[in-house]
């Protein structure tokens, strides 16, 4: 067991375990078998658990040799700077700790002695600075309790066994359940153990007797080695109680003890029936004083359940070690959360990098369409205001100065010319529109915008009706199909101001299924019968867009023109 010592944040940790050293097994012939051997390189002592150093087969030995090539720094106010301690050595052959009081000795050069603590038997006198227990607090009162200055009791193991070693705990939380805590208080300064024949014999075997030379124990248990001796019957005195500082009456005070053991072999000797007062001296204190006689040998004390000691060990260095291992998981645990952490904020900074990088390269490849589109219609325009239109305008200008050329043209002739001015006109007519339709569409405009202004312009004070939902459909044809349908919205809306004579005219467009479009045009006209010519424009512009056109009309009744389109793959994709 480490030496322990506590930082300035209350934190303890081992202190003086040597770096270097060695472990042997030395028999009755002085040939020394090693046990570990750390004496080329440090030793990793990790916290204040125990160390274990198992043998790999069993070893028949007289004693133990521990030699130290390396002191550890001194990390307290001692001026030697190097330093090396232990707190408890043990030694075991089964359960038994067979190290328990043996003789210790030591290099006398630089050996450190101090009081009682520090001496060369402490190294075996069965103290540490924890108990073999499976902690669990219950009552400071969990022990036997009596006023009396001298008390003796008796043991009935049952039958006869072997003892060799006893173990008397005090009550370490201490008699009184207030501040200041008082460990060790009331435990016996004296302590008589004798072996009886039977229950009422006056005379016994002495076994232990401490004359008044017990150390205050704290809060672990007195452990001592006892000459092997064999019997049933065993009697414990104990008197000379450590004065509790908290009672300022001598008359007062009281023995404690929280639980009695004898032990053989390591084992520990339940007693048949419960331990049985045979005499105090003096007047106990209060009463129910020896009501708690029972608490002796049931295997508690306050602190909790008492275990044995070489399982303790065991247990106590491996939950040390699974501790540790878990701090190690946690903040591999917590460096790998926050590992990963980074990564997602990394990789969530990178792919909104990637889409705005993404989004502005679409927005310039748009940009740079929308630019190359815009300098399309400009050339396409100029080229047919330039070329075609006045080309077409000098037709009609030449037709009509080659008809005041013939003074007496025949009707043949007439009709010529006339049908090749009216040609040239309507040529250049459509042209005109053509090329308006491509300059108000230069900068992104859309039929949403553009049928509004045609509208206006064509039917003037008659009331249009649409609404602009409608209108976004259309817009979502490809270009060649917007021009054709620009072209029959207009001639729909020509016909209904120049021959329906309507007061309200509205455009709806609605999507019946799947990749289909309505489009209606109705007015409150005249209207027409069925025997009438249906408008041919009309016909051809639908041909041209690939749908399908009607006409519903009766006279005086108003007129609906409706035609029917599939919708483009682009209008398709995007829905």
């Known amino acids: 067991m480490p030496l322990t010592h506590s930082d300035d944040h209350s934190e303890s940790h081992p202190f003086g375990f040597p770096q270097r050293f060695k472990i042997e097994c030395v028999d009755s012939s002085g040939e020394a078998h090693i046990v ?122 049952g039958s006869e066994k072997t003892v060799d070693e006893f173990r008397i705990w005090p009550v370490a939380i201490g008699l009184q359940e207030n501040f200041p805590l008082a460990n060790g208080t009331s435990f016996p300064r004296r302590i008589i153990i004798e072996r009886l024949e039977h229950p009422g014999s006056i005379e016994g075997s002495l076994i232990y007797d401490s004359q008044s030379k017990l150390p205050r124990p704290g809060n672990t248990p007195l452990m001592k080695a006892l000459p092997t001796s064999t019997g049933r019957f065993y009697r414990l005195t104990v008197s000379d109680p450590l004065q509790d500082f908290r009672i300022s009456n001598m008359q007062r005070q009281r023995t404690a003890i929280a639980e009695f053991q004898l032990l053989g072999m390591g084992q520990v000797h339940q007693p048949e029936a419960l331990p049985r007062i045979l005499s105090s001296t003096g007047e106990p ?41 878990t701090l190690q998981l946690q903040d591999k645990l917590s460096l790998s959360i926050a590992r990963e952490r980074a990564q997602l904020q990394f990789f969530g900074v990178t792919c909104l990098g990637a889409v705005a990088l993404l989004v502005l390269l679409l927005w310039i490849v748009r940009l740079s369409a929308q630019q190359r589109e815009f300098t399309m219609r400009e050339q396409i325009s100029a080229d047919l205001h330039d070329e075609v239109g006045a080309n077409l305008t000098s037709i009609a200008h030449t037709t009509q100065l080659l008809g005041e050329t013939l003074t007496e043209p025949s009707k043949i002739q007439s009709d010529l010319l006339s049908r090749a001015d009216n040609v040239a006109r309507s040529t250049a007519k459509e042209t005109r529109n053509f090329i308006q339709f491509l300059q108000t569409n230069k900068e992104g405009s859309t039929l949403e915008e553009t049928i509004p202004v045609m509208a206006a312009n064509i039917l003037g004070h008659i009331h249009f009706d649409y609404k602009q939902s409608d209108l976004r459909r259309l817009d979502r044809a490809v270009p060649n199909q917007k021009w054709h349908l620009f072209l029959f919205i207009k001639e729909a809306l020509h016909n209904a101001y120049k021959h329906a004579h309507a007061q309200r005219v509205s455009l709806s467009v609605s999507r019946v299924s799947h990749g289909q479009l309505l489009m209606n045009i109705q007015d409150d006209g005249i209207g027409f019968s069925a025997s009438q010519t249906q408008p041919r424009t009309l016909s051809h512009r639908a041909k041209r867009l690939g749908g399908t056109f009607n006409v519903q009309s009766n006279p005086q009744q108003g007129t609906t023109v409706s035609l029917s389109i599939h919708s483009t793959p682009r209008d398709h994709h995007e829905r």
Do not use: M
């Not at 720094?73 to 067979?98: A, C, D, H, M, R």
């Not at 204190?285 to 070489?310: A, N």
């Open 36 to 157: 570990a051997d750390f004496s080329k390189e440090d030793y990793p002592i990790h916290g204040i658990e125990p160390q274990i150093f198992e043998c790999s087969r069993p070893l028949f030995s007289t004693r133990v040799r521990i030699t130290i090539y390396k002191f550890p720094k001194n990390p307290i106010w001692w001026e030697t700077p190097y330093f090396t301690g232990l707190s408890e050595l043990y030694v075991f052959s089964g359960p038994q700790n067979i190290a328990l009081n043996a003789p210790v000795k030591t290099y006398e050069g630089n050996l450190v002695r101090f009081g009682y603590t520090y001496q060369p038997h402490c190294l075996v006198d069965g103290f540490s600075f924890f108990s073999p227990l499976d902690w669990d607090i219950s009552s400071s009162y969990d022990g036997f309790l009596t006023g009396a200055k001298e008390t003796t009791l008796l043991y009935d193991l």
């Open 285 to 325: 204190h209060g009463s129910g004083t020896y009501e708690l006689t029972e608490k002796l040998s049931d295997g508690r004390v306050p602190e909790g359940r008492i275990l044995p000691l070489k399982q303790w060990l065991k247990d106590f260095a491996t939950r040390a070690a699974l501790e540790r291992k």
